[in-house]
Structures are given as structure tokens and as C-alpha cells.
């Protein structure tokens, strides 16, 4: 355990009992990063939340579900961009009530999260679920939550991460169109709570929309958990591409006002074949890349929280509130005090940045400061020094004390905080290893042993069996190398391929016999036609000699 050494408020005072008491926990008694996090946040962050109204200015009070929740991932983009079908190419199937169109086919917010039993929970329960972190998205109305949902799977990507599939951002043309809730504010409630933001562009739609715009705009202060992607770049030839590519980053450009160039990661995340082929290995690469990122979320869970909770409590709101607090008159000419000062806000800030040494970066946005402002009634509390203490000692003192144990819990778990399942099987560096054709490592599941089925393969061996001859087996077997290019001519992606392989390589030998061959021959087909493809292989495809 951690043992942090003497803190104030865990002596025998009658002050350290009473704030024991009040937090749950004395520092000395925590475990985990996490318990820590919660600790330090009810015992000396929260108390001054609640007395400056953090909640009425900014976002809302934290609870225990924020803190336990697992890593969430949101997914973003414009209409029929591929947002659900990129979810479904992570998880490799589908979740309840997605829907899949050239038109906008998702009009709700959804939670997808890891539950034994499939099934949907609406948005009006969630908001009174203490064991989900979405309790305080109530403000935003019943007609928000009317369209908020939260889909339970049993899937085994989904016991590492959680995701957030979002309604298409409206294009230019439908940009006069209410949804009759403040979509930016949601989306930034949610950039704020996420660990990871997945904004996908299509290849065909470069435009920045009006609603486009706001909502990038909403992502801001969240710019280190987001990721671009183009997809359905496998649509175009590789001059187009490059075209495609620039034109992109110019539009990012005159939204994200950053001197940083954003990282765009590039593919085509769908289970069907490529339309075009000119680019594959780059695809691989990013798709490698993106997914190797996603993989370490829970790894680097504790270390957003941390982070997450430093920069709520470096924000100058205190410093603002109380300033105002000072030049506020007591009885007369109130209002008219209270125009002036709301006016003058952006030399309040220069003025307490001077006074109090603060950087200009942990002020909140001046604009959004002034309209909250506006419909405040200006009873504000002033500077409470103890209050003050007990926010320097946690940036300056207990944030420090925590990071040998944010080591020590990473070096633990290094290996056991993957994302494991769908495209993560079995990989420790994203979705593709050394080890077969397709880079896609294999499982140990066995499959069920059955004699007395038809092997359903039987009718098409014939077929396959003149191509596995063709390709030169050496002593009844073909190697990895002689079967890639056959299957690569299919353009199917990698990933698929290599769960095809997986499947078929029934007795783990790295090499296919004629049944095995004939088995992978059956699953590309079975791909090809539209259908998924069985997580484990059913005990009917189980070629019988090896069964």
C-alpha cells in the first residue's frame, strides 16, 4: 500500500477527524491511484467547488462513477462519415438499435457498454443510476435524454472500454434545423469526461458546416485526447488521396486554432473489401497505429484522471469569483456595477494574473465567463484562505506523492490493462503481430469436438482443393507465405484476413492442410456475402479430422 507520510488532516485533530469523516478515506489508508484521486478531490477540491458555485460556471460536480468508470472512447463526425460502422469494426458485431445508411441513421446518443446481458437502458434512468457516470446530464432536458441511450453487450473489447456513438453533425444544407437540446454543450460535456476523441472525416466530405464548426469548437481544452481519421480513404486513387489529405488539413486548419499540426490517421474501417488497393500497407500502418492508442487506454486511465483533476483545479474561478466579490457595492447600484464588471472581465483577468502570478492558460474562456456571468445574481463568497491552503497543498504536495504509486500500479499492470478481443486479439501492440501471414495472432480457444455432423465445407472442397494443389503444398501443408497472396487477391482487410486465419488454422501449426485450406476458403465467401464472422469456430465448420 501507499504511504504517503503525515497529512494535516490525518492527525488526531478533531479537524483531521472530521475531514476523515467527511471524505471516507484518510490518504494513508488508500491503495490505488484511483482511491487517491477520489480522496484528495471530496477532502480538498470539492469543499471549494461547492463554495465558489464551480457547478454554475463550469462543469459539474465529480462522483464516485467518474472516477471507477472505464476508459470511454467518443466517436464523432458529420453525416454517413462510418462512425457506427467503425464502432462495429472495433467490436466485430453489431450492437442493439444501430443502423447502418447513406442518410443520417443515427439520431441518438449512444453508450456502449460491456454487460452480461444484452440490453437497453434509456436516457431518463441513466441520469438516476448511481453506478454510471452520466447522473448529471439531466440539465440538458427531456429532450436530450429522450434521445440518450445505453446499449449493454456481452463483448469482450467492451470489459476494457466503453464508447460513445453520436448523432451525424448536420451538413450545410440542414444547418437550419434544431434538435431542440444544445448539441455543443453535450458534445463538450462528454469531451470532457472521454478519455479518447475519435473525430472521423469521409473522404467525400470535406466541408466544415456551421454545426461542424461549433462542435470542433466544443472539443476545445480537450485537444490531447482527440484523433482524426480519414476514412473511406480506400474510395480514392493515391493522387486523389494526397488531394484529399490537403485539402482536409486545410480545413482543420481555419477551425483548430493551434499552432500544432493535428495527427490524421488514415483508412478505410469497414470488414468488406478495399475498393482500392494502391495504398493497403499504409492503411495497415495507421490502422496499427490508431489502434495500438486505443489498446493503452485503460493502461493510461489513471494517468488522464490525474490529469483531468489538475486541470479542474488549477482554473482561476476562485481568484474570478472573489475578485468580483470585492468590487461589488452592497446595497445601491448593484445592476448597473454588475454590466460594468462583466464588461471589464478581460482586465479582471490581466489584473489577477499580475497580482497572483496565475498563468493566462488556466483562466476559463473570457466569453462563456461573461454569459454565464449574465444570468448570475452576483451573491458571491469571498477569498477563504484555509479553503485556498488546502488547493496549493494538493497541486503542490499530494499530486507529487501520488506519482511513485502511478508508477508502481503501471509497471503491475503493464500487461494486463490491454484492450483484449475483436481486432486486439491476443496483441500487445495493437491489432497485429509477427506470427502469421497476416501479422494477426491466434487464440488458444479449442473448438467443440462433434463426429456425428456434416462438415458443411463438403460441397465446395472440390473447389478449393484444386487451388491448394496449384499453390505447391509441401508435405500436405501450405505455408503462410503461399497462402497470403490467394487470400490478399480477395481485398479483404488484413485484419478480417487474419481473423479468417486464425479460425482456420485449427490445430495452431502455422500452416493449412487441405481441410484447413478449404475452411478458410468457406469463410472468405461467408465474408464476402455480408455476413460476420463467428468469434470462435462453431463445432459443424470443425474440419473432421480434427475434431
Not at 307 to 320: E, S
Not at 360 to 376: I, N, T, V, Y
Not at 396 to 404: E, H
Not at 493 to 510: F, N, Q
Amino acid at each position: 500500500s501507499w504511504a504517503p507520510g503525515p497529512y494535516p488532516h490525518c492527525s488526531g485533530s478533531m479537524a483531521g477527524k472530521e475531514m476523515k469523516n467527511r471524505g471516507g478515506k484518510c490518504l494513508k489508508e488508500v491503495h490505488t491511484v484511483t482511491e487517491a484521486l477520489k480522496t484528495l478531490y471530496r477532502q480538498k477540491l470539492l469543499p471549494l467547488e461547492k463554495y465558489y458555485d464551480f457547478s454554475d460556471f463550469h462543469s459539474s460536480s465529480l462522483e464516485d462513477a467518474d472516477f471507477d468508470n472505464k476508459p470511454m472512447i467518443l466517436v464523432v463526425g458529420q453525416c454517413s462519415t462510418g462512425k457506427t460502422t467503425f464502432i462495429r469494426y472495433l467490436l466485430e458485431q453489431e450492437y442493439p438499435g444501430s443502423r447502418i445508411g447513406p442518410e443520417p441513421t443515427t439520431d441518438s446518443f449512444t453508450a456502449i457498454m460491456h454487460g452480461e446481458i444484452e440490453g437497453i437502458i434509456h436516457g431518463n434512468a441513466l441520469t438516476v443510476d448511481p453506478n454510471k457516470p452520466f447522473r448529471k446530464l439531466s440539465p440538458f432536458g427531456t429532450t436530450f435524454l429522450n434521445r440518450f441511450q445505453c446499449v449493454h453487450l456481452p463483448n469482450r473489447v467492451l470489459e476494457s472500454i466503453s464508447i460513445i456513438d453520436t448523432p451525424g453533425i448536420l451538413s450545410v444544407a440542414k444547418r437550419k434545423m434544431s434538435r431542440g437540446y444544445d448539441f455543443p454543450a453535450v458534445i463538450r460535456w462528454f469531451a470532457e469526461h472521454v478519455d479518447r476523441i475519435i473525430l472521423l472525416c469521409d473522404a467525400h466530405k470535406l466541408e466544415i458546416s456551421d454545426e461542424f464548426s461549433h462542435t470542433i469548437m466544443a472539443l476545445r481544452g480537450n485537444e490531447d485526447k482527440l484523433r482524426v481519421v480519414l476514412n473511406k480513404a480506400d474510395m480514392v486513387d493515391s493522387q486523389e488521396l494526397m488531394r484529399v489529405y490537403g485539402a482536409l488539413m486545410w480545413s482543420l486548419g481555419k477551425v483548430f486554432c493551434t499552432p500544432e499540426v493535428l495527427r490524421v490517421y488514415i483508412g478505410s474501417f469497414w470488414s468488406s473489401p478495399m475498393r482500392m488497393t494502391d495504398n493497403r500497407k499504409l492503411f495497415e500502418q495507421e490502422e496499427e497505429d490508431l489502434f495500438a492508442d486505443i489498446q493503452n487506454l485503460p493502461r493510461n486511465s489513471a494517468l488522464r484522471k490525474l490529469n483531468d483533476l489538475v486541470k479542474r483545479a488549477r482554473l482561476a474561478h476562485t481568484y474570478i469569483i472573489s475578485s468580483l466579490k470585492e468590487e461589488m457595492p452592497l446595497v445601491f447600484c448593484r445592476e448597473k456595477k454588475k454590466r460594468d464588471l462583466i464588461y471589464d472581465l478581460p482586465i479582471i483577468y490581466s489584473r489577477i494574473q499580475q497580482r497572483s502570478q496565475i498563468s493566462p492558460g488556466d483562466f476559463p474562456d473570457c466569453a462563456k465567463m461573461q454569459e454565464r456571468l449574465m444570468s448570475h445574481d452576483f451573491k458571491f463568497k469571498a477569498l477563504k484562505p484555509k479553503l485556498l491552503a488546502g488547493l496549493d497543498e494538493l497541486l503542490n504536495t499530494d499530486i507529487a506523492k501520488l506519482m511513485p504509486l502511478l508508477r508502481q500500479e503501471e509497471e503491475e499492470t503493464a500487461d494486463r490493462l490491454l484492450v483484449q478481443g475483436g481486432p486486439f486479439l491476443g496483441s500487445q501492440r495493437g491489432p497485429f503481430i509477427v506470427g502469421n501471414p497476416f501479422n494477426h495472432y491466434g487464440s488458444n480457444g479449442e473448438s467443440d469436438h462433434v463426429s456425428d455432423e456434416e462438415w458443411v465445407v463438403s460441397k465446395d472442397k472440390p473447389k478449393y482443393d484444386e487451388i491448394f494443389y496449384n499453390l505447391s503444398p509441401h508435405e500436405g501443408k501450405l505455408s503462410g507465405s503461399k497462402v497470403k497472396g490467394w487470400m490478399m487477391s480477395t481485398h479483404l482487410p488484413s485484419s478480417v484476413l487474419g481473423r479468417i486465419w486464425k479460425l482456420a488454422d485449427v490445430d495452431r501449426d502455422g500452416m493449412l492442410d487441405d481441410e484447413e485450406f478449404a475452411l478458410a476458403g468457406h469463410l472468405i465467401e461467408v465474408k464476402l456475402d455480408g455476413f460476420g464472422l463467428p468469434h470462435e469456430l462453431p463445432a459443424q465448420l470443425v474440419p473432421p479430422s480434427k475434431r
